[in-house]
């Protein structure tokens, strides 16, 4: 059951929205001469060339009023109407509030007036329009999709389909056209601004033991997969593992959407290039896929090759990448088990232009896949709150009759509990145990010997 909830408005929308459009329009144009003049612009730099541009704006208002008789702006109408008009340009305009709010986990937007919010507790709350019209929300994607990420992304007919990460990290998926009777808009809010493996420990997500487990695998530099369902925290936990890397590491990181943004974390891995997948122009040129960038990020250098999530053929490129010297890779994947990963990628690869038999693609898996992770989303029992844990912890250990062999390490028991299950192989032991993963400190230590 939901509560019907209204967003305050606290200057006048129409004039926000009129503001809003003239900026962007203007700051559209600018991007697209630098960006085809081989400038690269980045967000210090548009909210430069935004502000400039909004200040000729209201400049020119004043001047209108004063024109008509009325008095010019005020000194604090021109605060108010910066703060609103850069918030609908590099944030979401009246959903900027709920984004800062740290107990908001998804905003769902069925149209510009149905708009629920979720929160970590789990109740979900009806929230007012956050836009005049549909027409004026598909407006504001527009300006978002054209200034947010490595490269401006169009969102009309032609491309009725969206995906960019937002200031702040937050991600946001949204479809016209084709969903009725409305623009569709998700967002998922980021509440870690800078994940580890301690503020995982500190939240659940992991065990101790686990923890040291997981920091031992990637400085031993196993290639890892996290597996796990929608929003159950897969990219956090990417985003935790990569952060345990040493900062001396070259790191490349390959996305179709920016969102791990280890870039950004210049005290943690000064040296990081993050590759985010090209879409093709209006007339069908320039598109640069994932499996590309993959194949691009083996002449650079590189000491590990993350990639963000795989969805389809970049997988073969991936796995070769990882066979072939890469150690110490990291991904993400759709997933419904541990177990279930290696059909999973089997699928892609099938459909991907090699057309890897399943045999093959078995084969290619237990050469460059060495622990999957699945982490699970669910309600906690005595609090009621959303959680997220790692629930499976899958070592591969070789391949035979045509599949991917593998043991279960760490799993979820009846009682709700996740504990070590089965011992480790003598290679990986020793590996992490170089590392400063001691199978001796923990209670089932027999179990590792």
Avoid: C
């Avoid at 504001?140 to 169009?154: D, E, F, Y």
């Avoid at 591969?396 to 480790?424: I, M, Q």
């Amino acid at each position: 059951m939901t509560t019907a909830v209204t967003l305050p408005v606290p200057v006048d929308q129409a004039l926000v929205k009129r503001l809003r459009e003239a900026t962007g329009q203007l700051l559209q144009e600018r991007r697209r001469r630098q960006e085809a003049d081989g400038r690269r612009l980045t967000e210090g730099d548009l909210r430069a060339i935004a502000m400039d541009i909004l200040a000729s704006q209201l400049q020119g208002l004043s001047s209108e009023r004063m024109n008509q008789g009325s008095n010019p702006l005020s000194l604090e109408d021109e605060e108010s109407l910066t703060a609103a008009v850069l918030a609908a340009l590099f944030g979401v305009g009246r959903l900027q509030p709920l984004l800062d709010d740290p107990d908001v986990e998804n905003v769902d937007i069925n149209g510009f007036d149905t708009v629920f919010v979720s929160y970590a507790d789990g109740h979900q709350e009806q929230v007012g329009p956050i836009a005049e019209s549909d027409d004026d929300l598909i407006q504001q994607i527009q300006v978002l999709a054209a200034t947010s990420g490595l490269n401006s992304r169009p969102f009309d007919d032609s491309n009725p389909q969206l995906d960019i990460q937002l200031r702040g990290g937050h991600r946001m998926s949204a479809v016209m056209s084709f969903s009725h009777p409305r623009v569709v808009v998700s967002i998922r809010r980021k509440r870690l601004k800078e994940a580890h493996l301690s503020t995982l420990r500190e939240s659940g997500t992991i065990t101790p033991e686990l923890e040291v487990f997981l920091r031992a695998a990637v400085r031993a530099r196993m290639n890892i997969m996290i597996a796990g369902e929608v929003n159950a925290g897969k990219t956090t936990l990417l985003q935790a593992l990569a952060n345990a890397i040493p900062p001396q590491e070259r790191l490349i990181t390959i996305e179709r959407a920016l969102e791990l943004n280890l870039h950004d974390f210049k005290h943690l891995h000064p040296n990081v290039v993050a590759l985010e997948e090209r879409l093709p122009n209006s007339e069908g040129h320039g598109r640069v896929s994932m499996a590309e960038l993959v194949r691009r990020s083996l002449r650079m250098n590189a000491n590990r090759v993350i990639v963000g999530e795989v969805l389809g053929d970049e997988v073969v490129a991936m796995l070769n990448a990882m066979s072939q010297g890469n150690d110490g890779s990291l991904s993400t994947i759709h997933a419904n088990s541990s177990l279930n990963v290696f059909r999973k990628i089997s699928t892609y690869a099938i459909q991907a232009a090699e057309r890897l038999p399943v045999e093959a693609s078995q084969m290619l898996i237990s050469d460059a896949i060495e622990l999957v992770i699945f982490v699970s989303r669910d309600t906690d029992p005595v609090t009621g709150r959303q959680r997220r844990r790692v629930v499976s912890v899958r070592e591969v250990s070789g391949y035979a009759d045509g599949r991917v062999l593998s043991s279960e390490v760490y799993s979820l028991k009846a009682n709700d509990v996740v504990e070590w299950d089965s011992a480790l192989t003598d290679r990986t032991r020793e590996r992490l145990e170089r590392h400063g993963f001691s199978a001796d400190a923990y209670p089932a230590a027999g179990r590792w010997s």
